[in-house]
Nanobody, 117 residues
Framework: QVQLVESGGGLVQAGGSLRLSCAAS????????MGWYRQAPGKQRELVAR???????NYADSVKGRFTISRDNAKNTVYLQMNSLKPEDTAVYYC???????????WGQGTQVTVSS
């Protein structure tokens, strides 16, 4: 079992910044990768950024150059630094942990990010 607790969402004006945090606890040794996803009203949940246990990262094209995913292994926490925010970034952001043995995905409760124009 892995528990994920997200924080850091809120309301920000376009062009502003926010940093999301996702703290993992439980069977963290089984985590292969962690990622941030988002879901806007009426849309499917989509990948925003992902980081593997080896430190490799990948991003959605829409956030490249603006968002940065990072991890603090000592704190078992993954961050999403979001800069130059746009109204279209407005969504509920979810943290996901992918584990193995057996393969399973754990999700956080989500945090709302609202970008006003």
């Amino acid at each position: 079992q892995v528990q994920l607790v997200e924080s850091g969402g809120g309301l920000v004006q376009a062009g502003g910044s926010l940093r999301l945090s996702c703290a993992a606890s439980g069977s963290i040794f089984s985590i292969n990768a962690m990622g941030w996803y988002r879901q806007a009203p009426g849309k499917q949940r989509e990948l925003v950024a992902r980081i593997t246990s080896g430190g490799s990262t990948n991003y959605a094209d829409s956030v490249k150059g603006r968002f940065t995913i990072s991890r603090d292994n000592a704190k078992n926490t993954v961050y999403l630094q979001m800069n130059s925010l746009k109204p279209e970034d407005t969504a509920v952001y979810y943290c996901k942990a992918a584990v193995s043995g057996p393969n399973y995905d754990y999700w956080g409760q989500g945090t709302q990010v609202t970008v006003s124009s």
